[in-house]
């Protein structure tokens, strides 16, 4: 019996992380769980935690296979003011991507990220 080695160097193109394809799985679950609903603080932290799993659970089930994913969350009460956000990260260009998706009503505001980065 000959085995083989099972390590991959690089995703095959159908396994590779398409950001068009996560930010749609982002869009779809944020307006759906943030449509209507108004900004209490005391909710804030459960509702992050929460959008962060299922968004998860959803892009998992999309079939990236070998990725680490990383979902960041961020909700804050909307008055009209700016805010600016950054992050950085050392990682591949060829393999590694991120999709973010903004969400906006009367009373919130949500910054969902997520980063996909392949597991060599």
Known sequence: MESSNTYLIRP???HKFKPA??????REIVRERLSGLRYDPEEVPELS??????????????????YKLVVQVVIGEQRGQGVKMSCRC??????????EDVFINDS??????VFGIYYY
């Open 21 to 26: 394809i996560v930010k749609e799985c982002v």
């Open 49 to 66: 935690r929460s959008l962060a799993d299922c968004i998860k659970d959803k892009v998992k089930n999309a079939g990236f296979d070998r």
């Open 108 to 113: 919130l505001f949500c910054v969902v990220a």
């Open 12 to 14: 095959n193109h159908q």
């Open 90 to 99: 050392l990682w591949d260009a060829d393999t590694d991507s991120c999709a």
